[in-house]
Every structure is written in structure tokens, then in C-alpha cells.
């Protein structure tokens, strides 16, 4: 399981 | 994308009509804090600073042009257009608490040291705590126009639901993201008192106000 920012997300 | 997700974004889009619409409607921002309208133009001004850098879809560039847009419209209704209708006194909210600790707390826990990522992670942790002055001015009047509840219905449905695309996403993708997380329970969790009364008054048909 990867963390990291979800881009495309508002 | 999924149905929490999307029903997530509505819920919000929803919220940010609704209180235009009441602002515009009622010619009057009565009850409604200007103070926490600021800190949610602030959030959506430093979350989509990548409008300029990357294009992920068309749906992404449009929802965020709306989100930007109507929340400069409500501030200019309420300082601006409409202002001779402001509560200023009961809006006391002092929002250098917030600001200050989130501006080092993103400093200090972010994914990446760079000047975008930082001003993300800003606007992650500040749109947890944007309510508090609305919160704070319902608190200090005891109550709230039954409009402005269901503004904040929407608005905290919003993020709970993320919270479970966010399990979704990491089920399905493998992929979580922790700042967002975290942010989004405290988020969540800041609603939760307001939850309660809105389901045992405002959908019962009365108005909710604080006892003395």
C-alpha cells in the first residue's frame, strides 16, 4: 500500500 | 471514481449553493460567519494552485472553478454587497488560532518540501478547522436559521463521505493518503455535536437553538 497525495481529489 | 466520492462532491457543490442562494434570496447574511467564508476561499485558493500546473479532467478544472468562484461570491455578499446585514460582533471567532498553527503544522508534516505541496497540505489542514468561527457564532447566539443548518448538514456530509471513498480507494487502489485522512476525521468529528441536533431537531421541524 502506496501514501501519497490523491490528485486527482477536490 | 466512486459513488462516495461523487455523492461527496455534490454534498459539498450542494453546501456552497445553499448559502449563496440564502445570502441572495434573503438580501441578508444574518447568522453567517464571514470569518469561516475567508478561511474556505483561503482553502480552495492554496488547495488549487495546481489549476496552473497540471490537468487531471475536465470535471476536476470545472468543480474547482466552481468551488473558487462561489466562495469569493460569498465573501463579497457578506463584506461587500450585503454587508450592512453582518453580525460582526457575534462573529468574535479569533482566526490567528487557526491560521498560525496550521501554517507551521504544514511546515512541519508534509509529503513534499516544496512551495505547492506545502501550501496543499495548508489548505488540507486549514478546511478541518474553517467551521469553528461558524460554530463558535452559533454557540455564542444559540441558534441558527434552520437554512443555515442545512448548509452545515451538507457541508459536514461532505467530508464523511470522502472518508469512505477514501477506504474505498484504498481497498480498491491500494492507495491512502495520511494528511487527507487525518484532516478529514478531525473534520468529520468537529460536526458531529452538530449532527446530533440536526437530526433530533431540524428534522423533526423545529429550529435549532441551544439551550442557556
Not at chain 2, 466520492?5 to 449553493?17: C, E, K, Q
Request: charged share 15%; aromatic share 18%.
Amino acid at each position: 500500500e502506496e501514501e501519497g497525495k490523491l490528485k486527482d481529489e477536490l | 471514481m466512486n459513488i462516495f466520492r461523487l455523492t461527496g462532491d455534490l454534498s459539498h457543490l450542494a453546501a456552497i449553493i445553499i448559502l449563496l442562494l440564502k445570502i441572495w434570496k434573503s438580501r441578508s447574511c444574518a447568522g453567517i460567519s464571514g470569518k469561516s467564508q475567508i478561511l474556505f476561499a483561503l482553502v480552495f485558493t492554496t488547495r488549487y494552485l495546481d489549476l496552473f500546473t497540471s490537468f487531471i479532467s475536465l470535471y476536476n478544472t470545472c468543480m474547482k472553478l466552481i468551488y473558487i468562484g462561489c466562495a469569493y461570491a460569498t465573501v463579497y455578499l457578506i463584506y461587500a454587497k450585503f454587508r450592512a446585514t453582518y453580525d460582526g460582533n457575534h462573529d468574535s471567532f479569533r482566526v490567528e488560532f487557526l491560521v498560525v498553527p496550521v501554517g507551521g503544522l504544514s511546515v512541519l508534516i508534509n509529503h513534499d518540501f516544496s512551495p505547492l505541496e506545502i501550501l496543499w497540505t495548508f489548505s488540507i489542514y486549514l478546511e478541518s478547522v474553517a467551521i469553528l468561527p461558524q460554530l463558535f457564532m452559533i454557540s455564542k447566539t444559540g441558534e441558527a436559521e434552520t437554512i443555515t443548518t442545512h448548509y452545515l448538514f451538507c457541508l459536514g456530509l461532505y467530508r464523511a463521505l470522502y472518508l469512505f471513498n477514501w477506504i474505498w480507494r484504498f481497498y480498491f487502489e491500494g492507495f491512502f493518503d495520511m494528511i487527507a485522512i487525518v484532516a478529514g476525521v478531525v473534520q468529520t468529528v468537529l460536526y458531529c455535536d452538530f449532527f446530533y441536533l440536526y437530526v433530533t431537531k431540524v428534522l423533526k421541524g423545529k429550529k435549532l437553538s441551544l439551550p442557556a
